[in-house]
């Protein structure tokens, strides 16, 4: 009994101990870096005000400390590294300034159209069942495509005619290109994809084309 009494007399002093501990200290800081005899102290709300701007960072004044901290690591001398050093773009295989390598913007998925009608002219030199105005067909054609981005079926009658007015010229200069062109339309109109009369304006104007080359041989 004398062990359990000197057990809880015990426990009785370890409880007031803690309690006299957990006594706010004028020096000491909570977690928010707040002295606790000052929030003791101040009571009035200008003065809370004051305490809580002053050591109590908003959200936007963290954002700037952030978006500052990294702009200072981009001046990092040890970046002066990447400066003597070349890069070059995966697909078009030219150089790249220092400021397009540390830019947040990935230029990975840039296409250029030289380098492109390169790959498919190389592509369709490949075919060896393909007459040669066939691919030359091809190849004006995946050029027009890939430039205007064409995405969509629906797309497909106003580029027919679109294409004919930008290459019409030259296809009446070669026979064999404007029956290419024309079985070419043929195909897309039986897939559907192609109207009877995007296709007949088509035709329209490559006889326009082919009044206007004969006027000018005459």
């Not at 009785?12 to 000491?28: D, K, L, T, W």
């Not at 000052?38 to 005000?49: E, F, I, N, R």
């Not at 981009?74 to 003597?84: A, E, F, G, I, V």
């Not at 050029?143 to 079926?153: E, G, I, M, T």
């Amino acid at each position: 009994m004398r062990n359990l009494l000197s057990g809880g007399n015990g426990f009785r002093n370890a409880s007031i101990g803690v309690a006299e501990c957990a006594q706010p200290v004028p020096s000491s800081f909570n977690v928010a870096g707040v002295s606790s005899a000052a929030a003791q102290s101040c009571t009035d709300p200008g003065c809370l005000q004051s305490v809580s701007g002053n050591n109590l960072a908003p959200p936007a004044m963290l954002q700037f400390a952030k978006t500052r901290k990294l702009s200072i690591e981009r001046s990092d001398p040890r970046n002066r590294t990447l400066q003597k050093r070349q890069f070059f773009h995966s697909q078009r295989a030219k150089p790249m300034a220092i400021e397009q390598v540390m830019s947040d913007r990935d230029s990975e998925d840039e296409v250029d159209d030289d380098v492109a009608d390169l790959e498919d002219r190389r592509m369709l030199d490949d075919f060896v069942d393909v007459t040669k105005d066939e691919k030359q067909i091809m190849h004006l054609w995946n050029s027009f495509v890939r430039k205007q981005r064409v995405l969509a079926d629906g797309h497909i009658p106003w580029v027919c005619e679109a294409f004919t007015r930008l290459h019409g010229h030259d296809l009446v200069q070669a026979p064999a290109l404007i029956w290419c062109w024309r079985l070419f339309m043929i195909k897309l109109w039986n897939h559907g994809f192609l109207d009877a009369r995007s296709m007949n304006n088509c035709n329209i104007v490559l006889e326009q084309f082919q009044k206007q080359d004969l006027e000018h041989k005459n």
